[in-house]
């Protein structure tokens, strides 16, 4: 099945699109960044998009030794801090160019109130034993990373206080009294370190999301409290039907997801306190589980297109979960591809979704079109860039032609420059799986796979138009334009560059006759 689109783009519209595509990007607990291939997938991300914050969970969790106790001669216990790991793994994102966006969580052991853990590498999730203790924690490491970073510095990383807590595995019952005197507690503490701080809360996923926002800003007006954000996070699949050590999960209707997220909008709105307050999506994907295969896919790369076109429409900001596969929420995975939530699989091999958030990241320009299936950007002096893309949630066989016209410079020739990601050009999956899907890669494998992952780069000249009497192009000085059309096979993203081809070559250079092509 073929569809074909026409856009007539004048370049006087001016759509909204919020692009901040790079503000932050999760990571699985942090204590995993003393790990080589983590710090290598992440410098790749860094390398190849550049975001500005990193937020992951474990801050408190024991792998990172932050919170000690000891003894006095008296036998009184007291605590004590231990930064050497923060400060390694701190180091580290910062010479990559990266702020935290610290989510404080989990509960020390020596500090829980209960057993409770979660995931894997078992992070407790009680509420504290002694809640001056557990302001002692949080207020001593803000002052140890004021110290070490700069005051001016610390206090723009936002803070986000715990994890989820309307899901009883992330807080013990999904006690919202209790999380709630956490939240108070805790930014009173930070706010008397230094009001500078930006502190915000629930992070919250899914269940009752609506209840939870709407009774935690009702709590912060009763007491007097003014959160400088509001937290949530946002995934777009259905319940995952479970199959050995993978979930396989449908892909649900964006708009679903959109009109979800406008009704936090809405109900944060509807407080005259708190009218306009921001939003931040801390954590988004498809699937919420790390085994799902669709993480994996060319589709999840289409749909993330779609979602980054619009996630800022009423959202600060939206953190994908997560740049890459070194993640131990349900164990060590036993192959590099096996569903999980990063950009980049084991190995250090991009999935099609990386080059959707590096195409994002590259758009430059005002906005002058919007749509379903493309965004396009005016850059100036007649150039343009954007992305397009072919999305669905289900497999249904559907190549679409993408037309559209553009105001025009004076040149006699455009170069219009693609790179695309689909199925046939840009598949590290299926090159996994024709190999017989191995578990352990060779570095020559790694290499086969790395070069398979990549965009294919095409070109061509495209020559200008007069505009059809009567229907000059507003705004175009020239009075002409230049028809671009896009072929994208199904869940195809790509990405282009449109600019004027004035001659430049050397004196006797002629392309035409050293590819033996006439002229004319």
Same mark, same amino acid.
């Given at each position: 099945?073929?569809?074909?689109?026409?856009?007539?783009?004048?370049?006087?519209?001016?759509?909204?699109?919020?692009?901040?595509?790079?503000?932050?990007?999760?990571?699985?607990?942090?204590?995993?960044?003393?790990?080589?291939?983590?710090?290598?997938?992440?410098?790749?991300?860094?390398?190849?998009?550049?975001?500005?914050?990193?937020?992951?969970?474990?801050?408190?969790?024991?792998?990172?030794?932050?919170?000690?106790?000891?003894?006095?001669?008296?036998?009184?216990?007291?605590?004590?801090?231990?930064?050497?790991?923060?400060?390694?793994?701190?180091?580290?994102?910062?010479?990559?160019?990266?702020?935290?966006?610290?989510?404080?969580?989990?509960?020390?052991?020596?500090?829980?109130?209960?057993?409770?853990?979660?995931?894997?590498?078992?992070?407790?999730?009680?509420?504290?034993?002694?809640?001056?203790?557990?302001?002692?924690?949080?207020?001593?490491?803000?002052?140890?990373?004021?110290?070490?970073?700069?005051?001016?510095?610390?206090?723009?990383?936002?803070?986000?206080?715990?994890?989820?807590?309307?899901?009883?595995?992330?807080?013990?019952?999904?006690?919202?009294?209790?999380?709630?005197?956490?939240?108070?507690?805790?930014?009173?503490?930070?706010?008397?370190?230094?009001?500078?701080?930006?502190?915000?809360?629930?992070?919250?996923?899914?269940?009752?999301?609506?209840?939870?926002?709407?009774?935690?800003?009702?709590?912060?007006?009763?007491?007097?409290?003014?959160?400088?954000?509001?937290?949530?996070?946002?995934?777009?699949?259905?319940?995952?039907?479970?199959?050995?050590?993978?979930?396989?999960?449908?892909?649900?209707?964006?708009?679903?997801?959109?009109?979800?997220?406008?009704?936090?909008?809405?109900?944060?709105?509807?407080?005259?306190?708190?009218?306009?307050?921001?939003?931040?999506?801390?954590?988004?994907?498809?699937?919420?589980?790390?085994?799902?295969?669709?993480?994996?896919?060319?589709?999840?790369?289409?749909?993330?297109?779609?979602?980054?076109?619009?996630?800022?429409?009423?959202?600060?900001?939206?953190?994908?979960?997560?740049?890459?596969?070194?993640?131990?929420?349900?164990?060590?995975?036993?192959?590099?591809?096996?569903?999980?939530?990063?950009?980049?699989?084991?190995?250090?091999?991009?999935?099609?979704?990386?080059?959707?958030?590096?195409?994002?990241?590259?758009?430059?320009?005002?906005?002058?079109?919007?749509?379903?299936?493309?965004?396009?950007?005016?850059?100036?002096?007649?150039?343009?860039?954007?992305?397009?893309?072919?999305?669905?949630?289900?497999?249904?066989?559907?190549?679409?032609?993408?037309?559209?016209?553009?105001?025009?410079?004076?040149?006699?020739?455009?170069?219009?420059?693609?790179?695309?990601?689909?199925?046939?050009?840009?598949?590290?999956?299926?090159?996994?799986?024709?190999?017989?899907?191995?578990?352990?890669?060779?570095?020559?494998?790694?290499?086969?796979?790395?070069?398979?992952?990549?965009?294919?780069?095409?070109?061509?000249?495209?020559?200008?138009?007069?505009?059809?009497?009567?229907?000059? #192009?507003?705004?175009?000085? #020239?009075?002409?334009?230049?028809?671009?059309?896009?072929?994208?096979?199904?869940?195809?993203?790509?990405?282009?560059?449109?600019?004027?081809?004035?001659?430049?070559?050397?004196?006797?250079?002629?392309?035409?006759?050293?590819?033996?092509?006439?002229?004319?």
């Amino acid at each position: 099945m073929k569809e074909n689109k026409f856009y007539a783009i004048d370049g006087t519209q001016e759509p909204a699109f919020h692009n901040h595509v790079d503000y932050c990007v999760g990571t699985g607990r942090i204590g995993l960044a003393l790990q080589a291939e983590y710090q290598s997938q992440l410098k790749l991300v860094q390398e190849e998009i550049g975001f500005q914050h990193i937020r992951g969970h474990g801050l408190f969790s024991d792998d990172m030794a932050i919170y000690q106790e000891y003894e006095t001669a008296s036998g009184e216990k007291r605590a004590e801090y231990n930064f050497t790991y923060l400060d390694l793994v701190m180091d580290s994102y910062r010479r990559l160019g990266l702020r935290p966006f610290l989510e404080l969580g989990f509960m020390p052991q020596k500090l829980a109130s209960g057993k409770q853990t979660i995931f894997y590498w078992k992070g407790n999730t009680t509420p504290p034993a002694d809640y001056d203790a557990w302001c002692g924690l949080v207020t001593a490491t803000l002052k140890h990373l004021m110290e070490r970073y700069g005051d001016s510095e610390a206090v723009t990383w936002p803070i986000e206080v715990w994890n989820e807590p309307n899901l009883p595995g992330f807080w013990e019952n999904a006690d919202m009294e209790e999380y709630l005197k956490l939240f108070e507690r805790t930014f009173r503490a930070i706010k008397a370190l230094d009001t500078r701080f930006q502190v915000g809360g629930p992070a919250i996923c899914g269940v009752r999301d609506a209840f939870w926002i709407r009774s935690f800003l009702e709590f912060c007006r009763d007491k007097g409290i003014a959160p400088d954000f509001v937290t949530r996070h946002h995934y777009t699949t259905e319940v995952p039907e479970h199959e050995g050590h993978y979930g396989y999960a449908a892909l649900t209707d964006a708009e679903r997801g959109f009109a979800n997220l406008q009704t936090t909008r809405d109900v944060i709105d509807s407080f005259p306190e708190f009218r306009g307050l921001k939003t931040h999506l801390t954590e988004f994907n498809t699937s919420y589980i790390p085994n799902c295969p669709l993480h994996d896919t060319n589709q999840n790369a289409a749909y993330m297109a779609l979602q980054l076109s619009r996630l800022g429409d009423v959202n600060e900001s939206y953190s994908y979960w997560t740049f890459g596969d070194i993640f131990e929420e349900q164990g060590v995975p036993f192959t590099p591809f096996h569903g999980g939530f990063g950009l980049v699989a084991n190995g250090g091999i991009p999935k099609p979704t990386f080059w959707t958030f590096a195409f994002f990241k590259q758009l430059e320009g005002k906005c002058i079109h919007r749509s379903g299936d493309m965004i396009v950007m005016d850059k100036g002096k007649g150039s343009y860039c954007g992305v397009a893309w072919n999305c669905g949630t289900t497999r249904m066989d559907r190549e679409l032609e993408l037309t559209f016209e553009l105001p025009a410079a004076d040149a006699g020739e455009y170069a219009l420059i693609t790179r695309l990601v689909d199925e046939d050009t840009c598949n590290p999956l299926r090159l996994w799986h024709d190999m017989g899907e191995p578990s352990s890669l060779s570095e020559k494998q790694k290499k086969l796979l790395k070069d398979s992952a990549r965009p294919f780069v095409s070109s061509r000249r495209i020559g200008t138009q007069e505009a059809v009497s009567g229907q000059e #192009t507003p705004g175009a000085e #020239t009075g002409r334009k230049v028809q671009v059309s896009l072929q994208l096979k199904e869940f195809a993203v790509v990405f282009f560059e449109l600019d004027p081809a004035y001659p430049a070559g050397d004196r006797g250079y002629d392309y035409q006759r050293v590819m033996q092509q006439k002229n004319g």
